[in-house]
């Protein structure tokens, strides 16, 4: 337990004030009462001491002013026990018992439309989320991780605003052109989708990974990795796939790829519907097993008054009740 005390001594001195004032006051009181008794009694003082009741009752009322002061110093001392907050170390483990979700887009100029429905629709599905970790990586001729997997949801959705906001072309070179025009042709999905799956950490452990994968899958130029190599390497990774492709049911070459590919991670390829889409992906991926990664212990300290506080209410209640003994006994003297 930890204790703020380089003000105690203060507070000691102040309690030592305050019982020799609660003394004094008692020792005025008494003194007057005694000045204004008949001389004839005073004079058969010494009579009245040698009584055994005599000598009892001054030893009771001896002990309860001795307890006054005692527990009203006490009572003082452990309130400032309280005022200084005590407090006591504490082991936590941070735990996310949830899945690992990377968002991979196609940022080609064929699919700026569908990546603003996208990340729209994400945005807004973020509120569903519990523990969750999102990531962002986007690709056209070269891949660009845009933020890894957090739980944040916060900046997650920061960032999200930032790309979406980029396909409007405000700026001279929109965000999501950064990086990702760094190598021959365009649309490289499977260069795009082996760096996505790379981006999962904690390889050890048994976690639930998914990419969802947007992209219509119009390839242009020389890949180092086709689809179908990076699904394979996706499937050894343990990471399914969930492709959202605008053409879907329009290119029956394209559509039977993506589909083929989705399916070999035990993920599935969609047509784009609207929120529909992105929601139902979700609510699949979510079906999954949430496992638990555990994050680095922390000692932290934490205030713990309340034996403290009990302590301190025990010496006032007992101060009070002594104080109130005294005051009744002394009401009953002749």
């Known amino acids: 337990m930890t204790l703020n005390i380089w003000w105690m001594p203060l507070v000691a001195l102040g309690v030592l004030v305050a019982a020799v004032a609660v003394g004094a006051v008692i020792g005025i009181r008494s003194g007057r009462r005694a000045d204004a008794r008949p001389a004839a009694l005073v004079s058969r003082a010494e009579r009245l001491r040698a009584l055994p009741s005599f000598r009892a009752a001054v030893r009771r009322r001896t002990a309860l002013l001795s307890g006054i002061v005692a527990l009203g110093a006490i009572a003082v001392l452990l309130g400032g026990v309280v005022a200084a907050r005590p407090m006591a170390p504490k082991t936590v483990q941070p735990v996310n018992a949830s899945r690992d979700i990377m968002l991979c887009l196609d940022v080609s100029g064929s699919m700026s439309d569908v990546d ?43 960032q999200l605003q930032n790309v979406r906001s980029s396909f409007d072309y405000v700026d001279e070179t929109p965000e999501h052109w950064v990086g990702t025009l760094n190598g021959p042709g365009a649309s490289l999905i499977g260069d795009g989708l082996a760096a996505c799956t790379m981006r999962f950490d904690h390889q050890d452990d048994e976690r639930s990974r998914s990419v969802i994968l947007a992209t219509d899958n119009e390839l242009a130029g020389a890949s180092i990795l086709t689809l179908d190599e990076a699904a394979q390497y996706a499937k050894a990774q343990r990471v399914r796939v969930f492709a959202l492709n605008p053409v879907q049911g329009k290119d029956a070459q394209v559509s039977a790829q993506l589909a083929d590919a989705a399916a070999l991670t035990g993920g599935q390829s969609y047509a784009l519907r609207a929120t529909t889409t992105v929601g139902d992906i979700i609510a699949e991926i979510q079906k999954q097993e949430a496992t638990t990664l555990k994050g680095q212990a922390q000692v932290i300290l934490v205030d713990s008054p309340n034996l403290w506080i009990s302590l301190m209410l025990v010496a006032v209640l007992g101060f009070v009740v002594l104080l109130s003994v005294v005051r009744d006994a002394g009401g009953r003297r002749p």
């Open 116 to 158: 603003v429905e996208v990340l729209s629709v994400f945005e807004e599905l973020l509120e569903g989320f519990e523990g969750e970790r999102i990531g962002l990586t986007i690709f056209n001729s070269s891949p660009v991780q845009v933020f890894p997997l957090t739980d944040d949801y916060a900046f997650v959705k920061e």
